[in-house]
């Protein structure tokens, strides 16, 4: 610990702590309490800006919807009432403990307060009667009572689980135990290194972050050394909110209460509930209100534009996600060459491999040949000292996979008519229909990345192996690498090979090929559907949605570049 952080602590002859340039002046005695149950849940909620819902949550928010609102008046120390009143929802702070806190209810006598801190649990069964955050967050809150010379020698937790009221005294043990634990909580905030994970704890499971602190993944990968083995999952296999896709021109969308409304000419077409929705896509000219935009950025639900044709070429998002170490150490590593390239390597091989296994499933007689090239490929692009050879190598597996493409292929249509027929990989524009649907997928899937990164902390224009350049998303293009055989090239053949995607569902015109209105949306169907598949991960060893895959794939990274694994779990198939 550098002597900075020594300097800062706190001076507890009078209990003052000297304000830091790295924290807010304040500390939330909701933070202690977060801190005192798990020390890496308060670095990822404070520290690093992390916050998700669960059904935990949001009952709790239920349950405290009547104390939230702000009632009554806290008179002064020195002018209490005679009779007993209450004030409800109290923010107050203290300089001299460098604490603030937003009091449930205060019970205020002709003598003293009384804070009462309301609780969505059921009352423990222990000798205090209260679980000690939950005893540590109420001393912090008569301690501020008390820096504003009230006496408050008591306060009150109430279980709504159980509904019952626990007394606890603000005794000297409570208090020491209560400072010891803020100048810790300090501490580790300017630390710069998030809290070990739990190991097996009761706590994960419940606990609203799990999918973001992975602590049962972070501890097998680290301590398996990336073999991993059998491991719980605590995360749902699919996520509860969903894309919408909306692409008929001239429509409107507005919100009205919870729903997103579309319209059009004032015509209700379609209501979404807003928590239903992971991401909203408009195809071509899709008017959105000012009301519609500001609550979707206020839920941090992204926007994403496309052209008529499907061509992804921006969004919109509320604010820059808050953890900024996470993109500290992003710019780091990008710039390091060597670990740039341990990453790349990771990336191009783990394509390779992808495209390998894409090929020998479902060919009907794979060439043992093209099979051996591919392996070859990935084995020297594990071991190359350079971007540039192994850009070199990319191209070259790339050149040997799509040279085998259009054998893959069933569907007769796309076999005999020349205008279907798959001869090589070309785009802007694409000039047959295969091609049209492989950059219609990788374009949903890079959407689909950059949604993912902004939400995990990314910069997704900064990547390890596509270098920046103006308007690329080399991050999303990196992690992209390894997913576009079992994902996008897996929906195209599924298309093609279903007969889901016919001649009558393409535009031919000037050389070029795109997807018509109807055919985009039921490749749109394809595509949701192998998104919304269960997979076992390869590493891992529990199943879950290619969606929740990315998510998953994406904060590992961020394991990896904040030192917490050893490597990369790149998802290898098999």
Known sequence: MNNDIKMNKTEHKNSRVTVDEGLPDYIPARMLNEFTYCRRLFYLEWVQGEFAESADTLEGRFKHRRVDRERGDLPDHDDLPPEIVQARSVLISSEKYRLIARIDLLEIEPERVVPVDYKRGSMPDLPEGAWEPDRVQ???????????????????????????????????????????????????????????????????????????????????????????????????????????????QGVSVGKKGDLLTIRRKGKILKEVRLMDISQLCVFGNIQISTQALRELNTRNIPVCYFSYGGWFYGYNTGMTHKNIELRIRQFRVAANQEQSLDLARIFVNTKIRNCRTFYRRNHPSPDKKTVDELYRLSTRARHVKSSDILLGIEGAAAKVYFSKFAELVKAEEYKKDVSFIFKTRNRRPPRDPINALLSYAYSLLNKDLMVTLLAVGFDPYLGFYHRPRYGRPALALDLMEEFRPIIADSVVLTAINNNEITRENFIFRAGSVALDGEGRKKFLATYERRMDTLVTHPVLGYSISYRRVLELQARLLGRYLNGEIKTYPAFLVR
């Open 138 to 248: 109420l001393c912090a809150q008569a301690l501020i009572l008390q820096d504003h010379g009230y006496r408050c020698d008591h306060g009150i937790i109430y279980y709504a689980g159980s509904k019952k009221r626990t007394m606890v005294p603000i005794e000297d043990e409570l208090i020491e135990r209560t400072l010891a634990l803020r100048d810790e909580l300090i501490e580790t905030a300017l630390g710069g290194s998030i809290p070990e994970p739990l190991k097996d704890s009761p706590k994960c499971p419940r606990c609203s972050l799990v999918g973001i602190c992975l602590p049962d993944e972070t501890n097998l990968l680290f301590e398996k050394d990336m073999k991993g083995g059998e491991n719980r999952r605590l995360i749902p296999a699919r996520q509860d909110a969903l894309p919408v896709y909306i692409q008929e």
